[in-house]
């Protein structure tokens, strides 16, 4: 059985300030959770003092970004190492507007993918197709490159530290939620790669989670699909209810 995960992914909102202030409920709130795993990822400049706040608590702390360099002549850049030792366990890499605001390639994000994994942090691996590409039915070629290309030379021992973050853009901060039937369909294809990759059992543990408008009234319907292990939560991780509720999602049956 996989582990539920719920991971929000603040972008660029909240100072240092109110980024301490929504952890520090969130702590509260979400004391006693232990059946699911959590995880926020703030903005860089408050990773340190929010790393102070969720210490010992349910809640894990996420990077949104990386450089796949340990040092050296990289002007603005971080890497792993260094966003452990602010206190992260985890770094989000390829998110869609990264690769479509910064360019970044899959052969870039393949270097992160092993960046991250050396410096032995989670890797939330985040793939997903544009609007565009669905229409014209490459949606499952541009899921292939993107789980091929951002998994070159992984090996499988390595892939218990990967979550995998399926948000396709179209559905990204614009309230269309791709319905439970699209994302288990494609979550499914997903995990079908993985054991093409790898094998039956490296792709039954591997934890791909939704992302794209997951809010509290739809997280159930999502969360209720076989192959949906989670959610990546972008603009409702920035309420605390919102994201309370969405961390106590409804387990299908109760
Ligand atoms: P929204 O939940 O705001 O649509 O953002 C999803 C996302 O991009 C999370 O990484």
Known sequence: MRKPLIAGNWKLNKNITESESLARALVTDLADITETDIIIAPIFTALNRVAAIVDGSSIQLAAQNCYPQETGAFTGELSPTMLKDAGCGAIIIGHSER?????????????????????????????????????????????????????????????????????????????????????????????????????PETAEACRILYGGSVKPDNVDGLMAQAD???????????KVEDFCRIVKFEKAGH
């Open 99 to 199: 690769r479509q605001l910064m360019g970044e390639t899959n052969e870039f994000i393949n270097l992160k993918v092993h960046a991250t994994l050396n410096s032995e942090m989670q890797v939330i691996l985040c793939v997903g197709e544009t609007l565009e590409e669905r229409e014209n039915e490459e949606m499952l070629e541009i899921l292939t490159a993107q789980i091929k290309g951002g998994l070159v030379n992984v090996p499988a021992e390595k892939m218990q530290n990967l979550v995998v973050a399926y948000e396709p853009v179209w559905a990204i901060g614009t309230g269309k939620t791709a319905s439970n039937e699209q994302a288990q369909e494609a979550h499914s294809f997903i995990r079908g790669l993985i054991q093409g990759l790898y094998s």
């Open 228 to 238: 949906i292990d989670g959610a990546l939560v972008g603009g409702a991780s920035l």
